[in-house]
């Protein structure tokens, strides 16, 4: 159990002491893996590592994500022992592929070695990838997460969050099963970790500058239990977010996810309108959270930019949706009821949507946890000169509360921006707001559960890494196939 906490802690440091909250520590992330791994090897049969894998991953995501305690008790009303049953419950379904890993590493490692540390990476990147994208996919907190700093963020720009976390987990593996006579393991091990200090100052960037914009990120702070109440928090978010959008001088002004709570129908009269004649001419924008839609074509949970000259405006609809939140499963209507979510139940946008083009920039939005699929986020990339040269993330995380959750999710805008070597833009309704660099490195931010504006100049770039090339074409299938190539020629090993 303190490994698996310690997994936790690694991918985003949860206290304000010892560390900065919020800071990654790779090489405890590493020891936190190589644990499991050295108790996989003295477990006595394939049924004895699967629940050991499975209280190591059940024990692991529950600390990860138990931030959805908050939603459910504090602002869903559900009660204190029944949410924390649903999280566990929810972590420990989750934590099954991660069961199945820990049995395929003990049935096909025969031993310790070489082959080991490869088969047990495979089996765990594939347990990774699994939890991030099938059934809708939930990959938050991820061991990748745990290396936007340190030697192998060197590597993200070649492998993606997956990528590397198969790489972190070979590191984990062979600390466990080189031995004092495999030193030829500890040096290939060295090598990947000296080469990741030194790659950046050998090889430098894969994209290059494409001028700057000056922006404007709004943070509202509109607590969530008021959010969508017509007397307080939709009052509240009206007013402010107005006066800001009306007062903001930078050449793009971003408000978070559903800053403004209401279908444009039903703002108050007028209210649209001045909207829309603010940014009319001149030489700013705007990009706003908001919900559009209607009752017999259904709704979206969209962004949408106000510029000069437009004849309407610019839309991006969210793909990837919240389920519960934003799409409801079948027989589950009374789930949305109980959360009190209004239009808890949204059409889904097209993957791969167009940018908006603003000031010699192409700003590509995506909405909440819609940045934690990078594989999504890579489609853009299709065509490079259509790619984006600018991340634009909103956000409405008050779901959770003062919780470690804003950092986690800053990590994976962080990851991102890493991956695609664009910088972040992120307005957020309690935090992170934040512009983050091409390198991931946050160069400003705002105070958290606080209402503020944040300006700042965001330096576009242009170019492909090498993820954005791969990913774009073929999606994640080229690290499926390397870790099941190894997973079938060690069971074909194992058989002989």
């Known amino acids: 159990m303190i490994a698996s906490c310690a997994n936790t802690a690694g991918a985003s440091w949860p206290f304000d002491y010892i560390f900065h909250r919020g800071e990654p520590l790779w090489w405890l992330q590493v020891a936190a893996l190589a644990a499991l791994c050295w108790g996989l090897t ?53 934590g099954a592929y991660y069961a199945a890993a820990c049995a395929i590493f003990k049935k096909l490692s025969q031993g310790s070695g070489p082959a080991a540390a490869l088969i047990f990476a495979a089996a765990w990147t594939c347990a990774e990838m699994a939890r991030g994208t099938w059934l809708t996919g939930f990959g938050w907190g991820a061991v990748g997460y745990a290396h936007v700093e340190g030697p192998l963020a060197f590597y993200i720009p070649w492998l993606g969050a997956y990528g590397v976390g198969a790489l972190a987990a070979w590191l984990s593996a062979t600390v466990v099963h080189a031995g004092a006579r495999r030193v030829g393991q500890l040096a290939a091990a060295a090598a990947v970790l000296c ?6 100052q ?74 829309q004649q603010r940014f009319a ?38 793909h990837h949706l919240v389920p519960f939140g934003e799409f409801i499963p079948p027989l589950f209507k009374w789930f949305t009821s109980l959360m009190n979510i209004p239009l808890g139940d949204f059409n889904r946008g097209a993957v791969g949507q167009p940018s908006f083009a603003w000031q010699g920039q192409r700003l590509a939005p995506n909405i909440c946890y819609e940045d934690l699929f990078g594989e999504e986020l890579g489609a853009r990339f299709a065509d490079p000169q259509l790619a984006p040269t600018i991340f634009v993330n909103v956000s409405n995380i008050g779901w959770f509360g003062d919780s470690f959750a804003i950092d986690q999710h800053r990590s ?13 833009v992120r307005a957020t309704n309690t935090g992170a707001t934040a512009i983050l660099d091409h390198r991931g490195r946050v160069t400003a931010e705002l105070p958290r559960i606080t209402r503020g504006v944040l300006e700042g100049t965001v330096e576009g770039r242009t170019g492909l890494t090498p993820f954005a090339w791969w990913v774009s074409r073929w999606g994640l299938w080229p690290i499926w196939l390397v870790a099941l190539g190894i997973l079938g020629w060690a069971w074909r090993r194992h058989s002989n």
């Not at 006595?44 to 699967?50: D, E, F, I, K, M």
């Not at 017999?296 to 000259?309: D, K, Q």
């Not at 805008?413 to 910088?423: D, G, I, K, T, V």
């Open 281 to 318: 001419s001149g030489t700013q924008a705007a990009m706003i959270g908001i919900p559009l839609g209607s009752y017999t074509e259904g709704y979206t949970n969209s962004v949408i930019a106000l510029y000069p000259g437009a004849v309407a405006p610019w839309q991006y609809d969210k």
């Open 202 to 275: 050998v090889l430098g960037a894969w994209s290059q500058p494409a001028g700057s914009l000056q922006v404007t990120l709004l943070q509202g702070n509109i607590p969530q239990d008021e959010k969508f109440q017509p007397g307080t928090g939709v009052r509240d978010a009206l007013r402010w977010y107005g006066d800001q959008l009306q007062r903001s001088t930078s050449s793009l002004v971003v408000a978070p996810e559903t800053a403004i709570p209401l279908l444009p129908e039903q703002l108050p009269d007028g209210y649209w309108q001045a909207l």
């Open 42 to 94: 003295r477990t006595g049969s394939v049924r004895l590592a699967a629940m050991l894998g499975l209280l190591f991953a059940s024990v692991w995501l529950s600390t990860t994500f138990w931030w959805l305690y908050v939603s459910m008790h504090t602002y869903a009303g559900l009660h204190g022992g029944l949410a924390a049953i649903a999280v566990v419950g929810l972590a420990a379904a989750l």
């Open 195 to 200: 080469a990741g200090i030194l790659g950046p």
């Open 412 to 424: 994976i805008s962080r990851m991102r921006a890493l991956e695609f070597e664009r910088p972040f």
